[in-house]
Each structure stands twice: as C-alpha cells, then as structure tokens.
C-alpha cells in the first residue's frame, strides 16, 4: 500500500510564493506518476499538475507559467513550486500517486492534503 504526505503549505501573501512537498512510501514500481490537485471550499477538486517518472508533465491552465513540478523518482518524491499566487489560489493541494497518469483521480494513493491560503 502506497501511502502518500504533503507537506510546505501555509499562508502567503498575493504575489508570494510557496513550495509544496510530497512523499510516497511503500512504492515497489519504477514507472508510476504523481500528481497535485487543489480544492477550494465549494468547490470541485481539479488538478494542477502532474509528472511521471519518465518526465512527462502536465499542467492546469491556471498553473501554466507559475507552477512548477518536479520530482525525484529515486526518493519517490514531487514538489510543486508556486509563483505569483493569487488569493484565488486558495485551496486545500493534494498530491495522489498512481500506476499511470490516467489512473491518478480515480484510483490514486493520496494524502491528507495541505492548507494554502493567499491573503494580504
């Protein structure tokens, strides 16, 4: 069982920036992805990102050109680097792992979440 922790969340003013950190442990693949979702209260929850240990990433409209993910697949690791953040970036970031990049939403190992709140 893979299990999945965030950790990096906070509050940050408009304009700041924060790095958001996660870890998988029990992973017994190679070849797997992880991702970042955020919900905001009354929300749906909708991703932000993701990357697979191949490299491939992908990114949310939003995230485009202000997030950045990494991750190290030797430590089974991602972070998520946010720039410029906005007050409606305000939202509870989830990082789930999965086999594949497709099977991360529905069937994904994921953590508890962290808070991230923008606000002056």
């Known amino acids: 069982q893979v299990q999945v922790v965030e950790s990096g969340g906070g509050l940050v003013q408009p304009g700041g920036s924060l790095t958001l950190a996660c870890a998988a442990s029990?992973?017994?693949?190679?070849?797997?992805?992880m991702g970042w979702y955020r919900q905001a209260p009354g929300k749906e929850r909708e991703l932000v990102a993701t990357?697979?240990?191949?490299?491939?990433?992908n990114y949310a409209d939003f995230a485009k050109g202000r997030f950045t993910i990494s991750g190290d697949s030797a430590k089974n690791t991602i972070d998520l680097q946010m720039n410029n953040l906005q007050p409606e970036d305000t939202a509870v970031y989830y990082c789930a792992w999965a086999l594949g990049v497709e099977t991360l939403e529905s069937f994904g190992s994921w953590g508890q979440g962290t808070q991230v709140t923008v606000s002056s």
């Open positions: 029990g992973v017994r693949f190679s070849i797997y992805a």
């Open positions: 990357i697979t240990t191949r490299g491939n990433t």
